[in-house]
C-alpha cells in the first residue's frame, strides 16, 4: 500500500509483533494477514482438500498448507511473502539491492511493512539496509519505529555503525566510495506515538539518537499529545544567565494521523487542532494525513489536511 508522503516503499524485512495499543488495528498486519490467508485456501483448493469454515481465524494454517503453498505457487495468488502469517519475521535479501536500480530520486519508506528494530533483526541486517542508503544516496529515506530503545542503542555505537556500513558500502557498490558522512544526510529516523504516555517514553530516545533528521508519526493519533518540550525552540541559559538564547533542534517533521479500516478508533478534532497549533508556533511543517474512517485516506477538514513536507 503507497503511502502518500512516501510513493516509493522498500520493504527487505517484513512482519513484526505488537508492543503497544497503536498496533490494535495494524493496518500491516491486517493486509498481509488477508493475503496471507488467500494463498493458504487457494492452496489447499489446488491440491483438492477441503477448507473448513473458521480454520484460518487464528491466522494459523493447517500444518501441511506452507510446504503445498511452496510447491504449487503457480496457484497462488499473491507472492510469496504472504505463505507465512505477518507475526513471522521474514528476510527477503532479494530486495535489498533495489533501491541501487531506481535511476530518478525517490522518497521512500523503509521497512513499514513490518519494524526494521524489532528485537529479532540482526544488527549486520540493519547494517546492510543503511549502506544500501549509503550508496543509492540520491534517494531519501524514511524509517519509522515503534521501539525507540533498540534505535537509540544502534546508532549510540556510532564508531562501529560507520566502520561496518563503509564496509558493507563498498561491497555494495563494488568500489572504493568517497568518505561518509555521518550521520547519513539521506536519512530521516522517526518514531510512531499514539498518545502521550508514548509520545513521552519514544521522543526523547529519538532526539538523542544520532541524526541528520528526526520525525514522529502522530498515526493512529489515540489521545492528545502535547510536543511542546520536542519542537525546535529558543531556551534560556540557567547557567550562564548572561549568555544569548540556546537554540534547541527538536524535531524536524510531525504527521498526524486516524485510524483507518473496519472496528477503528476515534480521533478528535481539536487533538488534531491543538498539534497543528503548536507545529505553526514552532515553525516545524506538519502533515495531516487523513482522518479516522472505514477507508484509508479520507482527508482531514481545512487547515488540519495541510500537508507540508520538509525537503
Given at each position: 500500500m503507497p503511502i502518500s508522503y512516501a510513493p516509493t516503499s522498500w520493504n527487505p524485512a517484513i512482519g513484526c509483533e505488537p508492543v503497544s495499543e497503536g498496533c490494535k488495528n495494524c493496518w500491516?498486519?491486517?493486509l498481509h494477514n488477508r493475503r496471507y490467508k488467500a494463498n493458504v485456501i487457494a492452496a489447499l483448493a489446488g491440491t483438492g482438500e477441503a477448507f473448513k469454515k473458521g480454520t484460518l481465524l487464528d491466522g494459523t494454517p493447517p500444518q501441511n498448507a506452507r510446504v503445498q503453498?511452496?510447491?504449487n505457487r503457480f496457484n497462488l495468488p499473491f507472492p510469496e511473502q504472504y505463505d507465512v502469517p505477518f507475526a513471522q519475521l521474514q528476510f527477503l535479501l532479494g530486495r535489498l539491492s533495489q533501491p541501487l536500480r531506481w535511476r530518478k530520486p525517490r522518497t521512500v519508506a523503509v521497512c513499514f511493512m513490518g519494524?526494521?528494530?524489532e528485537e529479532h533483526v540482526p544488527d549486520e541486517f540493519i547494517e546492510r539496509v543503511l549502506a544500501t542508503a549509503w550508496v543509492a544516496r540520491l534517494h531519501r529515506y524514511l524509517f519509522l519505529t515503534k521501539r525507540a530503545e533498540r534505535m537509540h542503542a544502534f546508532f549510540q555505537e556510532s564508531p562501529k555503525r560507520i566502520y561496518n556500513i563503509g564496509v558493507l558500502g563498498e561491497e555494495?557498490?563494488?568500489r572504493q566510495?568517497?568518505?561518509m558522512i555521518w550521520p547519513l544526510p539521506n536519512v530521516w529516523l522517526?518514531?510512531?506515538a499514539e498518545n502521550q504516555?508514548?509520545?513521552d517514553e519514544r521522543i526523547p530516545l529519538l532526539l538523542d539518537t544520532p541524526a541528520?533528521?528526526?520525525w514522529v508519526s502522530l498515526e493512529p493519533l489515540l489521545g492528545a499529545v502535547d510536543l511542546t518540550h520536542y519542537l525546535p525552540r529558543l531556551a534560556t541559559d540557567t547557567i550562564w544567565p548572561d549568555a544569548a538564547q540556546l537554540y534547541h533542534r527538536g524535531l524536524d517533521w510531525v504527521v498526524v494521523g486516524g485510524e483507518s479500516g473496519p472496528g477503528h478508533r476515534p480521533m478528535d478534532q481539536a487533538w488534531v487542532w491543538d498539534i497543528y497549533d503548536q507545529c505553526g508556533n514552532a515553525d516545524v511543517p506538519y502533515y495531516g494525513k487523513q482522518i479516522a474512517a472505514s477507508r484509508p485516506g479520507q482527508p482531514l477538514p481545512a487547515h488540519l489536511g495541510r500537508k507540508e513536507l520538509p525537503w
Open positions: 500491516a498486519e491486517k503453498s511452496l510447491d519494524d526494521l528494530f555494495i557498490a563494488g566510495m568517497p568518505s522517526g518514531v510512531t504516555r508514548m509520545a541528520a533528521h528526526r
